[in-house]
């Protein structure tokens, strides 16, 4: 393991963190919630009314509980983190009689799920292997969600991927940006590596670049203008109009680091 990344203790250390300081905000997650947003519209293209489905990585609950908002689904999410699991139930206490589908909340481990074979029609997987140290826990992690999918289910895996992160910082370079680095909680995965590890039980439907415009103007326009006016501002805020406006527009190109994944178990 490399000197910069974090030990599995850290990880959880990092994310118990993450959930006492920003309580039922998406920060707690991810400080840009305009992708999370964009995540959930792509995901709600899948789930279908009357479906069972698994979140792995809930967090605070923030997506299952959209989900279930706009879906008349039943979700299960875990996290392995007990503070997020404590805050997704607060969460739910608020908003349980605005549901269109049910949702409960547990503790549970994407490496050893304590979930029956072939149960749920979906499986939602956001932003969770990246975070399992190595290559031999991603691929059990991967197994897993194989394993409590129904046959003809839909593995739903939102990930950043080596591709899109090499891409964008490529094109970053071109403009004298610096490399936006990894963080050392995160193993980026390798598409291929993913799609390969899975095919002898998943087909790829789709890969969905859904947030390929919004990284271009975020992580390259924004700090090049930013630099050519001189201007003052915060370039990492999420939470400006620009980043709102881009995150309106329809997906062009291969330069977003987070992508969905869409599988079919055979």
């Known amino acids: 393991m490399s000197d910069d990344k974090f030990t599995l203790d850290q990880i959880r250390g990092y994310w118990s963190q993450q959930a006492v300081e920003h309580g039922q905000s998406p920060a707690a997650s991810w400080s840009d919630f305009h992708v999370i947003d964009m995540e959930i519209r792509e995901i709600l293209k899948y789930l279908v009314d009357g479906e069972g489905v ?19 689904v039943a979700i299960r999410g875990l996290d392995f983190i007990p503070e997020m699991i404590a805050e997704a139930r ?10 269109r589908g049910s949702v409960d909340f547990d503790v549970g481990d994407i ?6 074979d072939n149960t749920y029609d979906k499986v939602v997987v956001i932003r969770v292997i990246i975070g ?14 194989v394993r409590v999918l129904k046959p003809g289910g839909l593995l739903l895996l939102s990930e950043a991927t080596l591709q899109g992160w090499r891409q964008l910082n490529a094109f970053r370079r071109e403009w004298g940006l610096p490399e936006i680095p990894m963080p050392p909680f995160n193993w980026y995965v390798d ?7 899975v095919a002898p039980r998943l087909e790829l439907v789709k890969l969905v670049n859904f947030a390929s415009t919004y990284y ?5 326009l924004k700090p090049l203008l930013a630099q050519a006016l001189g201007a003052t501002v915060n370039v990492a805020n999420p939470d400006m109009e620009w980043n709102r406006w881009f995150a309106q527009l329809p997906a062009v190109g291969d330069y977003g680091t987070q992508k969905l994944f869409v599988f079919r178990k055979r």
Do not use: H, K, M
């Open 111 to 116: 490496t050893r799920l304590n979930e029956p």
């Open 132 to 145: 399992l140290g190595n290559w031999t826990r991603q691929v059990q992690g991967l197994g897993e969600c």
């Open 90 to 99: 607060a969460r739910l206490g608020n908003v349980i009689t605005g549901l």
């Open 54 to 72: 698994l979140d792995i990585g809930c967090a605070n609950g923030y997506s299952a509980i959209q989900f279930a908002g706009q879906r008349r």
């Open 191 to 197: 598409q291929d590596d993913v799609c390969n590890a």
């Open 216 to 220: 271009l103007g975020t992580r390259v």
